[in-house]
């Protein structure tokens, strides 16, 4: 769906068709909010996404989930297995989502159909998506201006997903705190021998996880963080040698493997936005935040956002308040503040304990693991706070509707 932008004059405007500005034009005018997606078309993706449960559970409220369906692999549960070669390792440990009454903590999909799903459901919706890239972004004391080549758009609220190099953020002058890891994440799609079993693996080692997470049928998707150079010599290699080189490194965990076509990779870098709303913009996904792809929680995050914002907004309107208004967006950055930060702290930490040679901090992460594996009611705590963080519960998470 595409329309002129000329007089456009929408309640709100999401910059940004990634899922994270999918779901948040989506949550909005499920919300009776007037919203307009300016969404040019992306690059392929052959990434995947481990959505935890809250995000399922917020995708089947708005109407997505029956469409990903086929598409999604349960993840019943997670092992952990310590593959480096240091004196102080971690035990294997084993997490299972029955442990805590659930069938799976998530399921995982291939990014392609994810976003397929939910642009049809935008366009089921008739939400009016704009194909061209924002151009500027200019902010006064009643609107916002998002300027395009064919015209303008004004609204109250400008919903920044725009991504990694938001041009919302620069736009309300947010700064970033950035550190960038000596690591490159290479990713591909992988069919194999043997069933995986609806179990993710993740290998821990020197330079960092390698995981392999399911998807339908006897197909799992990579993730081999590596020191850059090793990424790119492995990304270079022919289809043989490169499933032959993940087989080794997988151990022949699901026998021989044969890597699909589309390969990427992703320098790692945590990156976060020192406030994530200002000035009649509200930043979504990775606009606000950049984690490295361990332990699945860079988009469960943005969904959370995104399901955050879309509620505040609909009280506002509810109240006949000013949807782009200093005080809601106030509350926006308060709701999002602690689930936002323990996590990218989370995530660091643990990505810098696999870095470092310094000895005791591999007795730290070994401990750990150690007393997770030993301790049930501590492993159900942490399954729970992982599946559904206490810290941000909005209601779409929860299964009702904004
Ligand atoms: C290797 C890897 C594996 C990952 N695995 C997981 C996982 O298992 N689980 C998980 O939760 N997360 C995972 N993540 C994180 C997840 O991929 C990201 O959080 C997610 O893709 C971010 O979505 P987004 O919508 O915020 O941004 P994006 O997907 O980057 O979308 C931004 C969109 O904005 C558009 N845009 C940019 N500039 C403009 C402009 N000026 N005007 C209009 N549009 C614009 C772009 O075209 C793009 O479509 C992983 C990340 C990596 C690197």
Redesign the pocket.
């Known amino acids: 769906m595409s329309s002129s932008s000329a007089t456009r004059t929408p309640e709100v405007a999401v910059?940004?068709?990634?899922?994270?500005?999918?779901v948040s034009a989506i949550a909005l005018t499920a919300a009776g909010v007037e919203t307009l997606l300016?969404?040019?078309?992306?690059?392929d993706?052959h990434?995947?996404?481990?959505?935890?449960a809250g995000?399922v559970t917020a995708l089947a409220t708005l109407g997505v989930w029956d469409a990903c369906v086929p598409h999604a692999a349960p993840l019943a549960s997670i092992r952990i297995i310590d593959n480096t070669r240091r004196l102080l390792r971690a035990p294997e440990v084993m997490f299972a989502a029955a442990e805590i009454g659930l069938d799976a903590f998530g399921h995982?999909i291939e990014?392609r159909h994810l976003i397929a799903a939910l642009r049809d459901r935008a366009a089921q919706l008739r939400i009016p998506m704009i194909g061209?890239?924002?151009?500027a972004v200019a902010v006064d004391q009643v609107g916002a201006t998002v300027s395009l080549a064919d015209g303008d758009v004004r609204a109250k609220l400008i919903v920044g997903?725009?991504?990694?190099?938001?041009?919302?953020r620069a736009a309300a002058g947010i700064k970033t705190t950035r550190h960038a890891y000596p690591q490159t994440?290479l990713?591909l799609n992988l069919a194999h021998a043997r069933a995986h079993g609806n179990a993710a693996t993740e290998f821990h080692t020197e330079s960092g996880p390698f995981t392999l997470?399911p998807l339908p049928g006897n197909r799992s998707?990579l993730?081999c963080v590596l020191e850059p150079p090793r990424a790119d010599a492995l990304f270079a290699m022919t289809d043989e040698q490169l499933s032959l080189e993940i087989e080794q490194r997988a151990h022949a965990l699901f026998g021989a493997m044969h890597a699909e076509p589309g390969r990427?990779l992703?320098p790692?870098a945590v990156v976060s936005a020192r406030t994530i709303a200002r000035d009649r913009i509200a930043l979504?996904?990775?606009?606000?935040h950049?984690?490295?792809?361990i332990g699945?929680?860079?988009?469960?995050?943005?969904?959370r956002d995104a399901a955050t914002l879309a509620e505040i907004v609909a009280d506002a309107r509810r109240h006949g308040a000013d949807v782009g208004s200093a005080a809601v967006l106030r509350r926006y950055e308060m709701q999002r503040r602690t689930d936002v930060t323990s996590r990218t702290i989370a995530i660091d930490l643990l990505n810098r304990s696999l870095l470092t040679g310094f000895f005791p901090m591999h007795g730290v992460r070994g401990l750990s693991l150690f007393v997770v594996d030993r301790i049930g009611p501590l492993r159900r705590a942490l399954m729970r706070e992982g599946v559904n963080p206490a810290a941000s519960q909005p209601r779409l998470m929860r299964g009702e509707m904004v």
């Open positions: 910059v940004g068709g990634g899922p994270a500005g999918l300016i969404a040019p078309s992306a690059a993706d990434r995947t996404t481990a959505l935890l995000s995982n990014n061209v890239p924002a151009l997903a725009d991504g990694y190099h938001s041009l919302c994440a990713t997470v998707s993730v990427g992703f790692l979504v996904g990775e606009a606000a950049v984690v490295p792809p699945a929680q860079g988009l469960n995050l943005g969904l």
